[in-house]
T-cell receptor, first 112, second 116 residues
Framework: GENVEQHPSTLSVQEGDSAVIKCTYS??????FPWYKQELGKGPQLIIDIRSNVGEKKDQRIAVTLNKTAKHFSLHITETQPEDSAVYFC???????????FGTGTRLTIIP | DVKVTQSSRYLVKRTGEKVFLECVQD?????MFWYRQDPGLGLRLIYF???????EKGDIPEGYSVSREKKERFSLILESASTNQTSMYLC???????????????FGAGTRLSVL
């Protein structure tokens, strides 16, 4: 099965600065790479995803980059705001596999 | 909007009790999942179901069972609760991913279970 590592486990950044979270996976057959955000008291929610035929995808202040050769992908958040404080999970998978294997999570704290 | 509803936000049970956690989704999704979430361990899959009356073991099924009698409802059962089952339990649902090249799961808000 997929072995997923996520770093760092905690991250504190000053409001307005950028944050980067990295996810490393083991299964070279993985072709779908999502990031989920879990706010306090809520379940995780998909915020951005990328497929293996694309190297980068951006949606306003968040972006995901993929390095298939090295088997890792990263979440980038620019101009961070207090509402970005949350736990973030990666979940690399094959899109035909209905299951997801989640990373251990990164707790991001934005310091006002 | 997809809505996944878990019946309880907080539950306190005693060791040895039989515990039912209920989950209902309103989007006619085929797939449903139960995870537990523990600090430092992320989300770990307990059981999932592809269809009514179908179930598959996830990564940590020991001590749990599930039931899916109706498409919209997926229940997690702790036959005899133990203190090491104290955790946050999350339910999720998803449509089949093959046709759209994606695998998106929609989560409930979670049930925090304490076993004393």
């Amino acid at each position: 099965g997929e072995n997923v590592e996520q770093h760092p486990s905690t991250l504190s950044v000053q409001e307005g600065d950028s944050a980067v979270i990295k996810c490393t996976y083991s299964d070279s057959a993985s072709n779908y790479f999502p990031w989920y955000k879990q706010e306090l008291g809520k379940g995780p929610q998909l915020i951005i995803d990328i497929r293996s035929n694309v190297g980068e995808k951006k949606d306003q202040r968040i972006a995901v980059t993929l390095n298939k050769t090295a088997k890792h992908f990263s979440l980038h958040i620019t101009e961070t705001q207090p509402e970005d404080s949350a736990v973030y999970f990666c979940a690399p998978t094959q899109h035909v596999d209905e299951k997801l294997t989640f990373g251990t999570g990164t707790r991001l704290t934005i310091i006002p | 909007d997809v809505k996944v509803t878990q019946s309880s936000r907080y539950l306190v049970k005693r060791t040895g009790e039989k515990v039912f956690l209920e989950c209902v989704q309103d989007m006619d999704h085929e797939n449903m999942f139960w995870y537990r979430q523990d600090p430092g361990l992320g989300l770990r899959l307990i059981y999932f179901s592809y269809d009514v009356k179908m179930k598959e073991k996830g990564d940590i099924p020991e001590g749990y069972s599930v039931s899916r009698e109706k498409k919209e409802r997926f229940s997690l059962i702790l036959e005899s609760a133990s203190t090491n089952q104290t955790s946050m339990y999350l339910c999720a649902s998803s449509p089949p991913g093959q046709g759209i090249g994606k695998n998106i799961q929609y989560f409930g808000a979670g049930t925090r279970l304490s076993v004393l």
